[in-house]
């Protein structure tokens, strides 16, 4: 056990709220409703009536012994779902020093949690089993102060502490990525889902709320008090925890506010164009099962509806978090919130990534502004000095602005261009993302060059734990060359590795 409870009792299966839930053979529907209705006699519990959470709280040390080669596995599948890792100092290595603080002055000194830092646009971080922690790049675009920082890192060691991750690994085949559901969409040729699906979310909120783990409000709320605590005893103002879940809660409002408009005027141009009747769900023929890739393909925005209850559902409302914590903190670190700020590391921190920030900001306008929008001439001139200002000075060889400048070129029909964007970016960055080998196994492919794309994908693969998109491809590419074996093995292969999707795997064409 990762950590023992002063009281305890065995609590049922929480809900794990993956997208559709409904249609994958996980079960657990409306337990953890059951289960917060239940007499309540967890640590957590008892801390909401009196004493800090962490008092109620003992870690043996043992059970967090580094384990890097996880840490580093977790860490390929992160580098294939999203456009790029930011990897440049001071805020890499700040970043993983307010990390370090925290955990020396916890309940277990000796963890060595990992810090890394991907480049997406939207506001969130994640805990991955192994300790390791992702926070985005954006976040330093929100937030104020290193106790909001604090807070965040706080809170995503806590889950990790807490051994939130039981139901992650037994689950974690089903969890559909939103570069996996666009791979879908695009393989099934229905491009005009795609469009809509990056329309209502943006490609970077899609990998927020679909790549990670997915806790219950319970652990959510189990990971905000025990983060005030752990910021608390490294030496932090605990009203930085505040003041993020305010910050996340007008993010939410606003990402939440233009999804719904952006749906509801989806909707009616899908329904209209079905008489006003939703497509029914297909259903595989092999297996006789609801078939959830052909239900996303022909039933897009139902789909995403779908996975807007979801997401609402498993993922407390920041503003309900911020009052749970502004309680907590009133009732027991009165005096602490009161502390000095002093914030000259966090000023210094940033003064010193300005040119690679703003880099990234100006690369997340252009794939955002590409993805949401039929772009216009006056779309194009406006972005080409952005994908200019992403590709200057340290940032020239990333994958995220590399991929940036690609799409604008993509868009420009500027081939040879956009392609040579790819090439910078697979020789500069030592660490590529999956989506840069893709986009250019993509441009071989449609070039003629089966071969080299195969032989790309086949050689990239492994890197990053075989993404579902790299089995597509190569199905897909398999079946061009008629090599029938080659196919067979490979349908084989996805199936296994990707449960949800065996249909996708087998119908890959």
Known sequence: MRAAVMKTMPLLPFRFGFLLAALLPLGGCGVQQLADEVICTTSYCASQEEGRYIDHLTFDAADFEPEPELQNENLRLVRSVNKGMYRHDPLQSYAQGVLDRIVAAGPVPSARPRLAIAANASLNAQSLPGGLIVIHHSLFEYLKNEEQLAFILSHEYSHYLLDHFSLFDRARAYVLTAAETAMMLEASGNDEELRRMLQVYGSDILMRDLIYPSWARRKEDEA??????????????????????????????????????????????????????????????????????????????????????????????????????????????????????????????????????????????????????????????????????????????????????????????????????????????????????????????????????????????????????????????????????????????????????????????
Not at 399 to 424: C, G, M, P, V
Request: hydrophobic share 40%.
């Open 224 to 509: 905000d008090r025990l983060g005030v605590d752990l910021m608390v005893r490294a030496g932090y103002n605990p009203a930085g925890g505040q003041e993020y879940l305010e910050t996340l809660a007008a993010y939410e409002e606003q990402v939440g506010r233009r999804a719904e408009i952006q749906l509801n005027k989806l909707e009616q141009e899908v329904y209209g164009e079905h008489g006003g009747e939703a497509p029914e769900a297909p259903v595989d023929p092999a297996t006789g099962a609801v078939d959830p890739v052909g239900f996303l393909v022909k039933n897009g925005l139902s789909a995403l509806q779908e996975m807007q209850n979801e997401v609402a559902a498993r993922h407390a409302a920041a503003v309900e978090r911020a009052a749970a914590v502004v309680t907590y903190i009133e009732r027991d670190y009165e005096d602490e919130s009161f502390r000095d700020r002093p914030g000259g590391d966090w000023a210094a921190a940033l003064a010193n990534s300005t040119e690679t920030r703003a880099a990234y900001t100006a690369a997340a306008e252009v794939i955002a502004t590409l993805e949401s929008q039929e772009v216009t001439a006056s779309d194009i001139a406006r972005l080409e000095p952005k994908a200019r200002q992403a590709v200057s000075g340290p940032t020239e060889g990333d994958s995220y602005t590399r991929l940036a400048f690609f799409s604008l070129r993509k868009a420009q029909n500027r081939l040879q261009l956009a392609e040579r964007n790819l090439d910078i970016a697979l020789d500069s960055d030592p660490a590529p993302s999956f989506q840069v080998v893709r986009a250019k196994a993509d441009v071989l492919a449609n070039r003629g060059e089966r071969k080299a794309a195969f032989e790309l994908l086949d050689q990239s693969a492994e890197t990053y734990e075989w993404p579902f998109q790299a089995y597509i491809m190569m199905i897909r590419l398999a079946d061009a060359a008629g090599e029938g074996d080659r196919r067979g093995k490979l349908v084989i292969d996805c199936a296994f590795a990707y449960p949800q999707s065996q249909y996708a795997c087998r119908s890959a064409r």
